[in-house]
């Protein structure tokens, strides 16, 4: 049974990125590997075996409070040397960084440094529809559409690398990068939830954790509701 980690929605939950355990454990299922969504609320220990952790969106306090508990904790650290993913979103992203503020705030706060990003108050609120084109390891092109609202901009240190490049909207911090990567761990800004809306991502995870390259699950429905989504935010 592979196991989908979701983390303290009741902090990081804001935004509806719950949704991303969920395609994870369909695509696994649709390729017929059982597995099941383990949520983990502050209180609980964060499990070691898990094949993908996830963070989501929320509020400037929140997210202080759960990057605490995440370094309390300690086990993510020790499952993604074991070669587990940690797929973080919007203020997950900015907690997974070196350091990050929050509103109106300047005090710097740690994260758990496992992406080599750091996150300081923007200019602006970046708030709308945000596209942006992801490199795939076959080296193909994929875009990716979701919705971004972050006051926070995220710049990239040396080791990490960019996860997109931006089409449509703010991204990272208006410098036409989006996300970041570095090895299993990866931070994003779109919801959607992001890998609801672009399932090549959600496979990509997938196949980053479990070592090997799934088969393709091809889908009409989904490829015209990204058609239409594209068209609209272009
Ligand atoms: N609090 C963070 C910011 O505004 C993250 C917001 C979010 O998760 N959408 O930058």
Known sequence: MKRIVLIYQSLLGLYGDRGNAMVLRSRLEARGIDAEIIAV???D???PDGLVY???GGEDAAQISAVKLLKDDGTIYKAIDGGAVLF?????????GNSFTVGDDDRVIEGLGLLDVDTRRGPERAVGEILTRWRRPDGSDYLITGFENHGGFTTLGPQAQALATVEVGVGNANDGTEGAVQGHVIGTYPHGPVLARNPALADHLLELALG?????????EIEELRRQRIAFVR
Do not use: K, N, R
């Open 54 to 56: 996830l963070l989501g």
């Open 88 to 96: 973080a979103v919007c203020a997950g992203y900015q907690i997974t």
């Open 212 to 220: 090997e390259t799934l088969s393709e699950l091809p889908s009409a």
């Open 45 to 47: 220990e964060v499990p």
């Open 41 to 43: 609320e502050p209180g």
